[in-house]
């Protein structure tokens, strides 16, 4: 049950203000501050691992109206650092709802804050970037909470990798036609879900997994998953990767297509307030076809500094005309900035999981 008129507030670190209500669980919670523009989903967003070390706040309207279940979490909990909606609806009414969002934050420690101006709250972000903040209701005294996230750690140059990771190798499923191992940098569930369905016999490792210990599993294919933070920061990774290209057939989701990149030799620059949301267009490049796409992502990579001559821009994004995709035929790669897998958001890039299954059948 929602506690009523129980005070919170939310405070950048330029100092605005925004008092509201409070839901989920009390004290204090720090992050950088950004917006999705998903209308639903919101279950698959805060189990997503990519939110690590962010307040996520939501533009549509009215949140939580579907209640939660155990079927929909992206991750084995949840990783944002807090949740700000402008209502947090007070009937949750679907056949698989086992709780409500408030009680599902209240058990998993995240702290909420409602009955805000999230559209002032994302015409701000919009304006001057996405910045740090902090959610606190016990705390009111506005100098006080600034003066507090003068002293955080911005995205940029902190791995969170490590962080979200699993920590030891495991089998997804057992059975599938290609062998896929997957490096974990924060890899939400409905990714090794569509890797299944395409006929993937999927081994999930750790990100600080080897290349070495990656070629003894002797895999069809690798899939460098999402994840959090700048990848830039990540450089195990980006040595891994780098050792496997041109080796074995590689497929990058989000945050690996930036690894793709950065292992190329290109550099990875933070947006200003990132893409997230269920709903942005992105064309591709060669035949002029426009997706709706899920995305994710705080950083892009940098297509001027791309050093490999035939490392192409497969996709676009029509909203600020970043690269959405890296394709490498020599190399048997291709990589999206956005996400196939949905989960939430559009199914209109589920096809790229059969590309890669195809690119695989190539290599055999």
């Avoid at 967003?45 to 579907?66: C, E, F, H, R």
Wanted: charged share 25%.
């Amino acid at each position: 049950m929602i506690i009523k008129n129980m005070q919170a507030m939310l405070v950048l670190e330029d100092g605005k203000t925004f008092k509201g209500k409070s839901f989920g669980a009390v004290g204090e919670r720090y992050g950088e501050v950004v917006f999705n523009t998903s209308m639903a989903g919101y279950q698959e967003i805060i189990t997503d691992p990519s939110y690590k070390g962010q307040i996520v706040a939501m533009t549509y309207p009215l949140i939580g109206n579907y209640g939660v279940n155990e079927e929909d979490v992206e991750s084995r909990k949840l990783w944002l650092e807090g949740f700000v909606v402008k209502e947090l609806s007070s009937v949750r009414s679907n056949w698989r709802s086992t709780a409500s969002l408030d009680d599902y934050l209240k058990k998993n420690n995240i702290v909420g804050i409602q009955d805000i101006d999230t559209r002032s709250l994302t015409r701000h972000l919009r304006v001057h970037g996405a910045m740090l903040g902090v959610i606190s209701t016990e705390n009111f005294d506005t100098a006080s909470l600034v003066k507090k996230t003068k002293v955080l750690p911005h995205l940029v140059g902190v791995d969170l990798v490590k962080e979200v990771t699993c920590e030891k190798a495991y089998d997804w499923n057992k059975r599938g036609k290609y062998k896929v191992v997957v490096l974990d940098c924060g890899v939400k569930y409905n990714i090794l879900r569509n890797l299944h369905d395409v006929g993937c016999k999927v081994k999930v490792v750790p990100a600080k997994t080897s290349a070495a210990e990656i070629i003894k599993f002797k895999p069809d294919g690798i899939l460098l998953s999402n994840g959090p933070g700048d990848p830039a920061a990540v450089t195990y990774v980006i040595e891994t990767v780098r050792q496997l290209i041109g080796k074995i057939p590689i497929m990058g989701v989000c945050f690996g297509l930036q690894m793709l990149g950065l292992a190329l030799g290109a550099k990875t620059y933070k947006l200003k307030f990132g893409h997230h949301g269920g709903n942005h267009p992105v064309k591709d490049v060669a035949t002029g076809r426009v997706a709706i796409t899920s995305q994710n992502h705080g950083f892009n990579v940098d297509m001027n500094t791309m050093p490999t001559k035939d490392t192409v821009m497969t996709y676009l994004n029509l909203y600020d005309n970043t690269a959405e995709g890296l394709e490498n035929k020599r190399l048997k790669f291709f990589s999206v900035q956005y996400h196939p897998e949905a989960g939430p958001g559009p199914h209109d890039a589920k096809n790229l999981f059969e590309k890669f299954v195809k690119l695989m059948e190539r290599n055999r």
